[in-house]
């Protein structure tokens, strides 16, 4: 028998891709999930178990969320990346290191297809096959959600045919959850009027009252949580944890995908929201108004290659560079206040605080020039605004 190699979640669609690959299409079918931090080890052993009793030949858990941190996570950090200013592209970043690892396992084993579980009308469809196109050439690619243009109604029929008992209730959200967040799609989602409601998110709002957040950097990266050190994966698991019972970063993301349409999809990210936001007063502090400037270009570009599936695009590593030396001075520490459904950046301390330069005190006093100095800055600063008016006269 062939073998085909898909890039499994235990999700609605993946499992009907087990079903129909075996059972249709007569392949020896191999099951990968690449994980991105979102499964726990009790959640790993029971997809696995889901897997084999689908008639998958054999199930392998991959997890890439190291090298997923350290090539992909610290930069969108670097860049303060939300897309559309609201979604740190969650899966979005997730998809290409989850493919690639997809990718090798296919080679290892002999693979002569790869199969994922995208629908025709999203990005991941994008994502999957473009990689799967430049770093897996010599494989065919099949995708029976996309090609047979099924719904979730028609799959979910499909596998109960075919004996699969499931809780179907929890299937009617497709949630996608990795160390970077967690993606909620739904039928509120696919309408601009509606809004998901609070049972679809996974994690409930648990607390009351306020909680005070001290998040340290150094040079851009988290290296300690309430004083505790901590760095990288387990810095922003022990974030989550903290902020998640508050029901902190849950949004509804509204963009356009790479095939053109709007779209829309909820999701919450406790953790990177407090994360970029925490950076990003830091960065205020700490650089200068150019780099900030500069910095705040090149994250966009940064994110948007991400979200269009552009991450092997040879510029991202030149952009990766930029963003990685404007990290030098970015190091301090940042008081957040926590709230249900929200949070409030309090203030930072950093010997890079350029505030605490000692040349003056903004609108109140200076020590490093004098008003005469002011006068004549004012009007030489004034001089093209004054010709070009004296000679157009458009106010």
Known sequence: MEKVVLAYSGGLDTSYCVKYLSEELGLEVYTALANTGGFSTEELKVVEEKAYALGAKKHVNLDVTTDYYEKCIKYMVFGNVLRNHTYPISVSSERTFQALAIVNYANEIGAQYIAHGSTGAGNDQIRFDLCFNVFAPDKKIITPTRDLKLSREEEIAYLKAHGVSYDWKKMEYSINKGVWGTSIGGKETLQANTNLPEEAYPSPLQKAGKEMLEIEFEQGEVVAVNGQQGKRIE?????????????????????????????????????????????????????????????????????????????????????????????????????????????????????????????????????????????????????????YNAVNHDL
Do not use: C
């Open 235 to 387: 810095a922003i698991r022990a974030i989550e944890a903290i902020a998640s019972p508050w029901a902190i970063g849950r949004d509804t993301h509204v963009g356009d995908t790479i095939v053109g349409i709007k779209g829309r999809v909820g999701f919450e990210a406790a953790a990177p929201l407090l994360i970029i936001k925490a950076h990003e007063l830091l960065e205020k502090h700490t650089l200068t108004k150019w780099q900030q400037y500069w910095k705040e270009q090149l994250g966009n570009w940064y994110g948007m290659f991400l979200h269009e599936a552009m991450y092997s695009e040879p510029v991202m590593r030149d952009i990766e560079r930029f963003l990685e030396n404007s990290q030098r001075n970015v190091s301090g520490k940042v008081k957040i206040q926590l709230r249900p459904y929200h949070f409030d950046l309090i203030g930072i301390e950093s010997v890079h605080d350029l505030m605490n330069s000692g040349f003056a005190e903004y609108g109140e006093m200076n020590n490093a020039w004098t008003s005469d100095d002011v006068k004549g800055f004012t009007k030489m600063i004034a001089m093209p605004l004054k010709i």
